[in-house]
């Protein structure tokens, strides 16, 4: 009986991967009302040890490519895209590009977009992955890709879907999933929030006014959860701060803007009169220490901030899972999206299959699906918000 049920177990999966009475003690009210929801020490130990195994060896792939690969050698012009900077892709540079998240600093415009379309695949010279096999993008950016513990966790866990569920309702869509691995020494990430989608239905420019303040959640969302394995504690830094409340003025906070403030300009300049919707008190940032096993879901307006990660820590070992809810304006293969905002017309690339939403790895799921490999509950959150057909 075991064995009948182990043999048709996903590739990856285990089975107690989070403690129920964490994901049961879940509080919509408190959710919609505070803007975010602590799954503190949701992950069993089985869990919490395989999910740091897996970003380990990510990362250590993520590595691999980067020093392995001759960037010098790939035709970029080929394939439409600015080749590197010659200076940056030295071996010597290469390598602070490597132990941590957000460090691939040789990557230039376009590519990150060309690989999750297209994938990097040939013709040869192309991206080096020794002893595995290369996906055609980075493991940073698509670490399901290349984990099949990582895959099942994000696509298809009855009970990772069934936390999604909670804080998004039912039928939610894949946004993007991407490491954020805090190497020591990390300067972090300053105060920021994000749209929904590109932004086109945003009621608030980046720094926003109090005028749209509401006691009404929004219920068409991107919300992000972050999964920290090994904890993110003020003690190692690299912690988690959020203001609770925030949200409820639907401001994507300085999401497409240069992100320079710490909590002092947070505190003289963004704070001085925005209040709680609910309480009336006025609105304070709050820092979160989370301990090991522990995930955060917050939605898109909610303001956040990643602390420094002290230079004699480890690695603050992170997921970053964003899902969000179908778009019922989306249209299907869209490819240029465009809007006007405060006056100025904007445009960016949107969904470029008529099958597939605009975060999917079209390449990489294209694949899958060709050779069976493509779960049912992965090819949904991957689909295009108004499938044809
Ligand atoms: O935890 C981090 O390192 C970054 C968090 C963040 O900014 C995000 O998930 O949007
Ligand atoms: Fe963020």
Redesign the pocket.
């Known amino acids: 009986m075991q064995s009948n049920l182990d043999s048709k177990a996903p590739p990856g999966r285990i089975e107690n991967l989070l403690r129920p009475e964490v994901l049961d003690a879940f509080d919509r009210e408190t959710f919609e009302r505070e803007g975010y929801w602590v799954w503190e020490n949701v992950l069993t130990d089985e869990g919490r040890a395989q999910w740091t195994k897996s970003l380990t060896q990510l990362q250590a792939m993520n590595d691999a490519i980067v020093r392995d690969t001759d960037w010098g050698a790939i035709d970029f012009g080929a394939r439409g895209l600015e080749p590197p900077d010659p200076e940056k892709i030295t071996p010597e540079f290469l390598e602070t590009c490597c132990g941590g998240s957000e460090q691939m600093k040789f990557v230039q415009r376009g590519l990150r977009d060309y690989m999750r379309i297209h994938g990097m695949l040939g013709p040869e010279p192309s991206l080096v992955a020794n002893g595995f096999e290369s996906q055609g993008m980075f493991p940073e950016y698509w670490p399901a890709g290349y984990d099949d513990f990582i895959l099942n966790a994000t696509t298809a866990h009855p009970q990772m879907m069934e936390l999604f569920g909670k804080i998004l309702g039912p039928g939610f869509l894949l946004d993007h999933v991407i490491m954020l691995n805090r190497s020591p020494g990390s300067v972090g990430?300053r105060w920021?929030a994000?749209p929904y989608r590109q932004g086109q239905h945003e009621v608030e420019d980046v720094i926003g006014t109090d005028k749209s303040l509401t006691k009404e959640y929004l219920h068409q969302q991107c919300v992000r959860t972050l999964c920290y394995p090994e904890g993110a504690t003020s003690e190692q830094g690299g912690e988690f701060a959020i203001i609770p409340g925030a949200h409820l003025y639907r401001i994507p906070f300085k999401w497409s803007t240069t992100r320079t403030d710490y909590d002092i300009e947070m505190e003289s300049d963004w704070l001085p009169g925005k209040i709680h919707a609910f309480t009336g008190e006025p609105l304070r940032i709050e820092r979160l220490s989370l301990p090991p096993g522990s995930m955060v879901s917050f939605g898109h307006h909610m303001p956040?901030h990643v602390g420094h990660r002290n230079d004699d820590a480890n690695v603050r070992w992170g997921l970053l899972m964003a899902f969000r809810t179908p778009d019922p304006t989306a249209q299907p293969n869209d490819i240029k999206i465009e809007w006007q905002r405060a006056g100025v017309r904007q445009s960016v690339l949107g969904p470029i299959s008529t099958r597939w939403n605009e975060s999917a790895p079209v390449h990489w799921a294209e694949r899958m699906d060709a050779e069976g490999r493509l779960s049912e509950s992965c090819r949904r959150l991957l689909e295009a918000d108004k499938p044809i057909g």
């Open positions: 990430r920021h994000h956040h």
